[in-house]
């Protein structure tokens, strides 16, 4: 039992050391933009846009300094921001010339929102909450953005819109937890690795799905933040980031699973008739990109594979994530 012991604390201070995470006087805004021309397609997910705040954890407003400190004699020293944002996303079938959607493909939809949350990070953890609120139907506004985006870049129109999934309020409970692993230095030349797993679910007529999943990093500068910025659902990482070098970079590969009870996308409307498919209850998603951080800037790609969303969908989605953050 003494060896034990005194092997187990061996490993703990061999294991490299992360840095506290301390107040940040800095917000970040990041800009987000999916679409599945980066693979090489144009069909099911094919876009989506996502404005990011993630405020300062330095001088936060009482409610929330009062929280954070009641956290912190809870779960141990953290950092609380808050956060908003904005978004679209729009989808739609593989074959977009019929006027009349084959019922058998994926139904037109668009989805715009926003979003209020909270995320609080410490040394080795990062949790989650998030409130989303919007809109899917024509109010949401894919064929105007569609339809325009095609007519500037001289792309046939898609013709399907008005048969769309209708107008309902959307609102989605968003909950996240994941942990950082440190793996040393397995490549040399001081480059870190490190896994992040997560589990996270979600709660509303939009989506309703848990979720787990795991991201694997190597680079330098790790400790600046969590991974890139994805429109969920998704293997995400933080909204914000930062960095304590001018320059840092790192190259990473992940992997999620999601069990689906509700997808409005596939299942339709919620109290009303409409398009819908039948949906599958389970979907991987698989990824590989790289970041940049520079004096303050974030410059991200990831690639995704996504598996089979509904029976009759032929073959996987590929699609890319470009994001870009800024410190203010």
């Known amino acids: 039992m003494r060896r034990t012991a005194t092997l187990l604390l061996i490993l703990v201070h061999a294991a490299p050391a992360l840095a506290q995470e301390t107040p940040d006087p800095r ?17 099911y997910y094919t876009n989506g846009l996502l404005l990011t ?10 409610p929330l300094d009062a929280l954070d400190r009641g956290l912190s004699s809870l779960t141990g020293p953290g950092a609380l921001r808050w956060g908003l944002s904005f978004g679209q996303n729009f989808f739609t079938p593989e074959d977009k010339t019929r006027r009349i959607p084959d019922p058998r493909d994926r139904p037109y939809a668009g989805y715009l929102y926003g979003a209020a949350s909270l995320v609080r990070t410490t040394e080795r953890t990062q949790t989650l909450a998030e409130v989303q609120l919007g809109v899917v139907g024509p109010s949401a506004l894919g064929e105007f ?6 007519d500037l870049l001289n792309i046939k129109n898609a013709e399907g819109w008005d048969r769309q999934l209708k107008d309902e309020p959307a609102a ?12 040393g230095t397995p490549l040399g030349g001081g480059l870190a690795a490190e896994a992040i797993p997560v589990l996270s679910g979600a709660v509303g007529n939009v989506q309703t799905y848990a979720a787990a999943g795991a991201l694997l990093r190597i680079g330098d500068g790790l400790e600046a933040d969590w991974g890139p910025v994805r429109i969920r659902p998704a293997l995400a990482g933080s909204g914000f980031f930062q960095p304590r070098q001018d320059f ?7 992997a999620e699973g999601r069990a689906v009870a509700r997808d409005i996308f596939l299942d339709g409307n919620t109290w009303r008739d409409g398009p819908s498919v039948d949906k599958r209850l389970l979907v991987a998603d698989a990824q590989a990109g790289a970041a940049v951080l520079w004096r303050g800037v974030r410059f991200a790609y990831t690639h995704v594979l996504r598996t089979e969303e509904f029976y009759g969908q032929r073959g996987r989605q590929s699609f890319g994530s470009l994001s870009v953050s800024f410190r203010f």
């Open 53 to 62: 705040w993630r405020s300062p954890s330095a001088d936060l407003p009482w």
């Open 172 to 183: 989605t409970l968003l909950l996240e937890r994941r942990w950082r692993i440190p793996l």
């Open 27 to 43: 917000g970040t805004l990041s800009l987000t933009v999916e679409n599945d021309l980066f693979g090489g397609s144009d069909r």
């Open 248 to 254: 840092g970079w790192y190259v990473f590969a992940g």
């Open 145 to 150: 953005v569609q339809n325009n985006y095609h």
